[in-house]
């Protein structure tokens, strides 16, 4: 027995006051109640076992991820359970919150300049030729069909037999598309009639790309971990019907309420799952809208949203 084999059955709950009035329920998946507190452990944990099956990672090797966040922090959990090594390669513009949490759990922590996609210093193309120098394993999760294929075999799977085979519509944002991709492929060989929905943030060309094959125009926005400007490879807008744009302003006045009107201490990108969750169960429907609270508000305690709209100096006390 080890931590390890308490990352997924996360449980999902009616939201009771957020959903109360509306003509179906709102259903949430606590991803967040992971042991590494986000989503992103199913991913580390599956990529790790996918690569130990294949003989390519030897006891004791160097994992090296592109990360900034959760991703970092689940790989530290399989790191020192299984004895690997972690190398963790941040772009600098990442809060220094996030490489002092990254180097407490063990990870070597490599800062890269702020640069664009295509450019050497990006901290994506610094990882991926630092693995190549080195020997090192590149989990590589925005590629790595293992992130897919964890959702597909889990998360679909549970939620599924959560809610008693009766889905109205699924609802999740998208960072590398694991998520959305995974559950959609599973919803729809297994309960077709659900409508699958991306969540996006207002700044995100993502929601116009699945409205018409267009990347919509970027701009910037607070919320982390979910939308970007360039489709993620193994993101597949074949499982997806619709999206829906959410401000950061309604994205964080929906995650206060998660924590003072539902109990559920989770980050901004919940709070934009759950607007689009709540905008597609007010239309109606004959089964629950499910959505996905991807991780815990533990890592946003520095964000200036954290402490309310109107932005207190000084945490009240
Ligand atoms: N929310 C947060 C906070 C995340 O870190 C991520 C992953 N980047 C997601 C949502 C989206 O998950 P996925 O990568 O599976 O699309």
């Given at each position: 027995m080890s931590i390890l084999e308490s990352i997924g059955r996360t449980p999902l709950v009616p939201l009771h006051r957020i959903g109360?009035?509306?003509?179906?329920p709102v259903l949430a998946k606590c991803e967040h109640l992971n042991p590494g507190g986000s989503v992103k452990d199913r991913l580390a944990i599956a990529i790790v076992d996918d690569a130990e099956a294949r003989g390519v990672l030897a006891p004791g090797a160097t994992?090296?991820?592109?990360?900034?966040?959760?991703?970092?922090?689940?790989?530290?959990?399989?790191a020192a359970i299984r004895g690997y090594a972690l190398v963790c390669v941040l772009p600098e513009k990442m809060s220094v919150d996030k490489r002092?949490?990254?180097?407490?759990?063990?990870?070597?922590?490599?800062?890269?300049p702020n640069a664009p996609p295509d450019s050497p210093d990006n901290?994506?193309?610094?990882?991926?030729?630092?693995?190549?120098?080195?020997?090192?394993?590149?989990t590589d999760q925005f590629c790595n069909p293992a992130n897919v294929r964890v959702h597909e075999m889990t998360t679909g799977p549970e939620i599924l037999e959560q809610c008693?085979?009766?889905?109205?519509?699924?609802?999740?944002?998208?960072g590398t598309g694991g998520t959305i991709t995974g559950v959609g492929r599973f919803l729809r060989k297994h309960a077709p009639a659900a409508r699958v929905v991306l969540a996006d943030p207002v700044g995100s060309g993502l929601a116009r790309w699945v409205a018409d094959g267009v990347i919509g125009?970027?701009?910037?926005?607070?919320?982390?971990?979910?939308?970007?400007?360039?489709?993620?490879?193994?993101?597949d807008r074949s499982v997806i019907d619709a999206a829906?744009?959410?401000?950061?302003?309604?994205?964080?006045?929906?995650?206060?309420r998660l924590w003072t009107e539902e109990g559920l201490f989770v980050g901004g990108s919940a709070g934009t799952a759950v607007v689009a969750a709540v905008r597609v169960a007010a239309r109606g429907g004959s089964a629950p809208v499910v959505t996905v609270l991807p991780d815990s508000w533990d890592r946003y305690l520095s964000r200036p949203w954290i402490r309310g709209p109107h932005r207190d100096p000084e945490p009240p006390c």
């Open positions: 109360h009035g509306l003509p179906v994992l090296i991820e592109a990360t900034a966040g959760n991703t970092g922090m689940g790989l530290a959990l399989i002092v949490a990254l180097a407490a759990l063990g990870a070597r922590v490599v800062v890269a901290f994506q193309n610094v990882a991926r030729r630092m693995a190549r120098e080195h020997g090192w394993f590149l008693g085979g009766r889905i109205g519509a699924f609802v999740a944002g998208a125009p970027d701009s910037a926005y607070q919320v982390e971990g979910i939308g970007t400007s360039r489709p993620p490879e193994i993101l829906e744009s959410v401000s950061d302003d309604e994205s964080f006045a929906m995650t206060r």
